[in-house]
């Protein structure tokens, strides 16, 4: 009850006597649902706060018309106050945005208590500013087709399956040729992210100093999934995967296994309907350290530090991420709100197909966001690369790692270098 009393005591001190005034812009991506909940919460801020005149604009992602807009308006000195970042650009942008740490200090804010767990260490960089706040982050669960297992008699997965328990059923599920062949799961995008973690790998030490892509942890997440598509046919080998797209082949019941992340669960679900019976559950544990793997998404709000109003961006940003309900069940349209109240006591509780959101709330708790965005694209483009030569090319795991981590290493320093 405390994160209740706190949300709601903010709430009402912010309306009441916010003491700001004037213009205040904002710049948020999107497009479809995202930009309908961009809208609306923006919506509810200026309800909220008659005071200020607030001009809101929302700009798509597709074609790189976002990056393209917010680089120009950062070179010339004219972004808005607030403007939508991501936490795994991973420094790149960070030369521009105001350190929210003496705010937070100044009006005395717990930051632990309000925001929803699990969503706050990405925004901190490495000498401890406090970059943005979250609005709102998607993991992933695993959800699987009920017919399919029964099929196969093999018993469904649990919240404590392990990647060991994951590779002994792959094969099971290996059935039929061409249009009547079933997999155990299906080729999603985002695989060599768990490739990278499945096994107690990490992208890189936790003060980004060096690189760890050429450890044996990793090298085993890599020839795990190397011999589930290449050796025992378990998932779609790249070709085979160009011929039907992995949510269709898991709509079809060609799949058991697809990775779901929360920001599409609820199309899927439409999709799905009554064609199969299936559940979810959290992705398999890591069993050197005995906790669920997952890989997070999320975007925040920073503060331009040539803002014109930063009193009132800074209102906007206390109000997005944790002060502001309306607001945040707006932004739990499209995902998992910062506000952890309304994660917690609203969005958890809401269901698409059989599957509670509550589940991803569960997953964000041992996840990790995304490691190659950003300021670490150009290293990340070098680890798709490694994962290709192994998964498609064929190449020996130590041999792809002994070409590539070299590449990745001088990618990861170079791209910190460029920051300072």
Not at 137 to 146: G, L, S, T
Not at 180 to 208: E, Q, S
Not at 260 to 269: K, S, T, V
Request: with cysteine.
């Amino acid at each position: 009850m405390l994160v209740v009393s706190l949300v709601a005591s903010f709430s009402v001190v912010a309306g009441a006597s916010s003491g700001v005034s004037g213009k205040l812009t904002i710049w948020s991506w999107g497009a479809g649902a995202e930009k309908e909940a961009r809208e609306k919460a923006v919506e509810a801020f200026m309800k909220a706060h008659p005071e200020l005149q607030i001009e809101h604009s929302v700009i798509p992602t597709a074609d790189s018309v976002w990056d393209q807009k917010q680089a120009a308006a950062y070179s010339a000195g004219t972004a808005a106050d607030v403007m939508q970042m991501s936490p795994d650009y991973y420094g790149l942008l960070s030369k521009y945005y105001e350190d929210l740490r003496p705010y937070v200090e100044r009006d005395g804010i717990n930051l632990e208590e309000l925001i929803t767990p699990g969503f706050l260490g990405g925004y901190y960089r490495p000498d401890g500013k406090l970059e943005a706040m979250p609005l709102l982050a998607n993991c992933f669960v695993f959800a699987y087709n009920k017919e399919l297992f029964d099929r196969f008699g093999v018993a469904y997965p649990t919240d404590d399956w392990t990647w060991e328990d994951f590779a002994e059923m792959a094969p099971k599920f290996v059935s039929g040729s061409g249009f009547n062949r079933t997999y155990f799961m299906v080729n999603h995008w985002v695989m060599p992210n768990f490739a990278l973690i499945c096994k107690g790998g990490i992208p890189y030490t936790p003060d980004f100093s060096t690189t760890m892509v050429h450890t044996e942890e990793v090298a085993a997440g890599l020839e795990l999934f190397s011999y589930l598509i290449n050796e025992v046919g378990a998932i779609p080998s790249d070709v085979a995967a160009r011929s039907m797209p992995a949510e269709q082949l898991f709509i079809a019941g060609r799949a058991a296994i697809y990775p779901m992340g929360g920001f599409e669960i609820a199309a899927l679900a439409e999709e799905i309907g009554d064609a199969f019976e299936w559940d979810a559950v959290l992705p398999p544990k890591i069993s050197a350290t005995g906790q669920n793997s997952n890989i997070t998404y999320a975007t925040g709000y920073a503060m331009y530090n040539g803002a014109k109003n930063k009193e009132a961006a800074w209102l906007f940003l206390k109000e997005v991420a944790f002060g502001n309900e309306e607001m945040a069940k707006a932004t739990a349209r499209v995902g998992m709100p910062a506000n952890r109240k309304i994660a917690e006591e609203y969005w958890a509780n809401l269901y698409n197909g059989p599957v509670p959101n509550r589940k991803y709330l569960e997953g964000m708790a041992t996840s990790r966001l995304n490691p190659w965005g950003g300021a670490l694209a150009a290293a990340g483009d070098f680890w798709g690369q490694l994962w290709e030569a192994v998964t498609i090319g064929g190449v020996p795991v130590k041999e792809a790692q002994a070409q590539y981590a070299p590449l990745i290493q001088k990618a990861f320093l170079e791209a910190f270098e460029a920051l300072d």
